[in-house]
């Protein structure tokens, strides 16, 4: 069984599964073969593009996903980094990481996750905790203020 998760990028930093602020990204991984790859969009673009391999094609059913149009996403996914992060990434770059449409093409990494990896990489984002295997930062220790048994968080 390969990875599953759900993760949305809002206000500087990974949020969990959905974003409440604008402008935000949202990332899902399905079983290590699909990343499917959420984003506001500007200009033609959908806001939608997949790494790994297509749901069209992973589930040999044309109904699965829409095609996609790479050149229009990779300008639009680089033009919402550079609105994010100031980065200025080339759209093919991001276009070489996108699933091919071709049912016999091998994705760029054996894993979805590793390639989105690579992509967050690329754009200047953080990691998810769950991509790199870290411990979610814990919570700093209660600072004891001056009246006894009350706590803040510093």
């Avoid at 790859?37 to 059913?61: C, V, W």
């Avoid at 300008?75 to 994010?84: E, K």
Wanted: glycine share 8%; hydrophobic share 45%.
């Amino acid at each position: 069984m390969g990875f599953f998760g759900t993760f949305a990028y809002s206000g500087a930093r990974f949020v969990g599964e959905s974003a409440e602020a604008s402008p935000s990204l949202v990332i899902e991984i399905h079983d290590s073969d699909i990343a499917t790859i959420d984003f506001e969009p500007s200009g033609a673009a959908k806001g939608r593009f997949y790494l790994g391999t297509e749901p069209r094609i992973y589930f040999e059913d044309d109904a699965a996903s829409a095609p996609v149009d790479r050149s229009a996403e990779a300008a639009a996914f680089a033009g919402w980094i550079r609105r994010v992060t100031a980065r200025e990434v080339a759209p093919e770059a991001i276009e070489q990481l996108m699933a091919s449409e071709d049912p016999e093409a091998d994705p760029v990494d054996d894993f979805a996750e590793d390639t989105v990896q690579t992509l967050l990489t690329l754009a200047g984002l953080p990691l998810p905790n769950a991509l790199t295997g870290a411990e979610p930062a814990a919570a700093p220790p209660p600072v004891p203020v001056k009246r006894k048994g009350w706590f803040r968080r510093g």
